[in-house]
Nanobody, 127 residues
């Protein structure tokens, strides 16, 4: 079982950048596709990005494509989300999550496909 802890959130001006980190513990991290989601109060959790267990493939929501980059370092058991050109509507609590199925070939985008979640980190973008 993987345990996840996010960090790196904060307050940033529109157009700025932040890098989120998600530190994982547990021996199954390197077998897990890792996803990033975000949630605004009163709204459903929204898919942001996912990276394959070996780092070989990534997939992004249209709303962040070209601005956000997901990466991972399996040696450090950490996955990252670099967010550039931030907009006010990127404001949300950001969560990382581990795929429920080891070495799944299809990169999942639904929250129900993820078994383990971090506690979330707040990102606030001001104008």
């Amino acid at each position: 079982q993987v345990q996840l802890v996010e960090s790196g959130g904060g307050l940033v001006q529109a157009g700025g950048s932040l890098r989120l980190s998600c530190a994982a513990s547990g021996r199954t991290f390197s077998d897990s596709n890792m996803g990033w989601f975000r949630q605004v109060p009163g709204q459903e959790r929204e898919f942001v990005a996912v990276i394959a267990w070996n780092g070989g493939r990534t997939y992004y929501a249209d709303s962040v494509k070209g601005r956000f980059t997901v990466s991972r370092d399996n040696g450090l058991n950490t996955v990252y989300l670099l967010m550039n050109s931030l907009k006010r509507n990127d404001t949300a609590v950001y969560y990382c999550a581990a795929d429920s199925m080891p070495n799944r070939l299809v990169l999942p985008v639904r929250p129900s496909s993820y078994a383990t979640w971090g506690q979330g980190t707040q990102v606030t973008v001001s104008s």
